[in-house]
């Protein structure tokens, strides 16, 4: 009986110790890696946008504004965004006054 619990036992710390050594080889810093360097390239391609242009984030909005302080934007019940202005120009109309 005692070697067959001896046996038991060797035979569950093999599979522990394969468990153990296997696991460092899994994909986890790849990603990591990956994600990160795609990060990077988020933030680079938003830090060279260019001028920066504001738009009310209702969902709605049709015209974009030189300021987050125009008289168009008052009545904006949500956020006061920026936007990069070639975007903006392709996407909305400027702003009567600000324009």
Do not use: E
Not at 15 to 41: D, I, Y
Not at 45 to 73: E, F, I, W
């Amino acid at each position: 009986m005692k070697h067959l619990l001896l046996q038991a036992v060797l035979l569950a710390l093999s599979f522990t110790t394969q468990a153990q050594t296997t696991h460092p080889r899994t994909t986890h810093k790849t990603v990591t890696h990956q994600a990160t360097a795609k990060v990077k390239v988020k933030t680079k391609t938003r830090a060279s946008s260019g001028p920066k242009v504001y738009y009310c984030a209702s969902g709605n909005t049709v015209k974009y504004h030189a300021s987050p302080d125009c008289r168009g934007l008052v009545r904006c019940s949500v956020a006061v965004l920026p936007i990069a202005l070639a975007t903006a120009q392709q996407r909305m109309d400027p702003c009567k006054w600000c324009y």
